[in-house]
């Protein structure tokens, strides 16, 4: 890649970095990178799919059309001061501990490359820059999805910042996101007890309920919940309103809803037991992922070509003090199933700070617990996804370490070499569009009998609930 494009890929990431913000309030962060593209020459279309901060850029014309899958959303609770290893809280409430402010710059990065290569060639495509909002907690992929931003695509391509030098395999949870609202009726809970109807009664009834739904839920299920509003700092006052926030997880869109309809079922038996009202405030819903194994092996082979950074003596050391605040052994537990050469990969574990190895995947597909809203786009178009090593070995994502790693030069060649793998794999699509149409089929097969249904209803637009 051009010394000139890693400065720009490098200032985009470390302006978003600078500037973390929530989902769907990504404000500055969109648009440090529509000025940017808009600076390269891309045509610029802003508030796509109602998401306000997200955006598609486009460059060239007719097909293949290629979407590159961009995210730049921070978390809660994750301000870290750059390049300390230790708890050093930066006093800001957001922080990038999954390195979206890198994801967004290394899909900029590819869109950079694909436009070179199509002007270079003179030859039919178009390659566009979706800057997709919202990824931590709003699926604003699921929105663009649905509501057709992704229709007349040919193929998407992403990637996310991590531990590892790989190309992605497997499936993912389809995940639905929802408040349960309980209103009760205040008294004073000595004096007048009989008065009062406990919401936050209703709400541990609930969590008690659904705990014991995990005997009788399929393996690979998962039920989450944070209560979010207890109802009151004062004991002696029965709680007139308690709220709960769950996220229900299964392999599928369907069995997904129809776990869900057994969690609201239990929240209505809750309202029932404690004399209460209920109402259920749908926040996200994202879809599982379709595999594709013909992009993936196209990718595999692209990363081949490409090659894994090297990593300098005091790149090494940066990574070791970070590797080192996370006392944890590697053993092969650590290792994933579909990994082809599981020693190679411990051994690097165990040897390096950061990962230094192409690590090549047995095609899979597993589903593996977690959700991203990438898998609604896969329910549209063929979709593949690769990972680079940006962070040291250790803590994972949504960690101090992560946010705290996110300006450095062990991030930003993990951007570099994200861009190089996305761009080398777009080329070669272009340059043999029939792996386009076996993509294609191989999309049919695996969605036959199967029509996408977007988890969020129709009538629900990107919010932020506060």
Known sequence: ????????????????????????????????????????????????????????????????????????????????????????????????????????????????????????????????????PAEESGSGKAYMARDGVFNDTDIALAWHPGLLHQVGTGSSQS???????????????????????????????????????????????????????????????????????????STSNPKCLALYERVCNIARGAALMTGTTMEIVFDEGLSNTIVNFTLEKVMQEAFREVGVPEYTEEELAYAKKFRDSWPHEFTMDNVGEHVKDKRALLKNMQESPICSILVENECSDVCHMGSTDVGDVSWVVPTESLGTACYSYGAGAHSRQWVAQGKSSIAMKGIYT????????????????????EAKEEFKDRTAGMKYECLIPADVKPHVIS
């Open 1 to 132: 890649m051009k010394k000139e494009y890693e400065e720009k890929l490098a200032a985009v990431a470390k302006g978003v970095w600078d500037h973390p913000e929530a989902g769907f309030l990504e404000f500055e962060s969109s648009r440090i990178h529509v000025d940017f593209l808009r600076s390269e020459g891309f045509e610029i279309e802003e508030n796509v799919a109602d998401t306000v901060t997200g955006y598609v850029a486009k460059y060239g014309s007719g097909h293949p059309v290629i979407a590159l899958l961009g995210e730049f959303d921070a978390l809660y609770g994750l301000g870290q001061k750059a390049d300390v290893a230790e708890y050093a809280p930066d006093g800001c409430e957001m922080g990038h501990g999954c390195g979206h402010h890198l994801l967004g710059a290394g899909v900029i990065g590819a869109g950079l490359l694909i436009r070179d290569y199509l002007k270079e060639h003179q030859c039919s495509g178009t390659v566009l820059v979706c800057g997709c």
């Open 418 to 437: 994200a861009a190089e793998v996305l761009a080398r794999t777009a080329e070669k699509l272009l340059e043999d569009t029939a792996l386009i149409e």
């Open 175 to 249: 995940c639905i996101q929802t408040y349960f609202r309980f209103h009760g009726i205040a008294s004073h809970a000595a004096g007048s007890p009989q008065a009062g109807r406990s919401a936050l009664d209703a709400v541990e009834l609930m969590d008690v309920g659904v705990n014991y739904l995990r005997e009788h839920m399929e393996s690979t299920d998962r039920v989450h919940y944070a209560i979010t509003n207890s109802g009151g700092k004062s004991p002696n006052v029965v709680q007139a309103e308690a709220e709960v926030k769950y996220l229900i997880r």
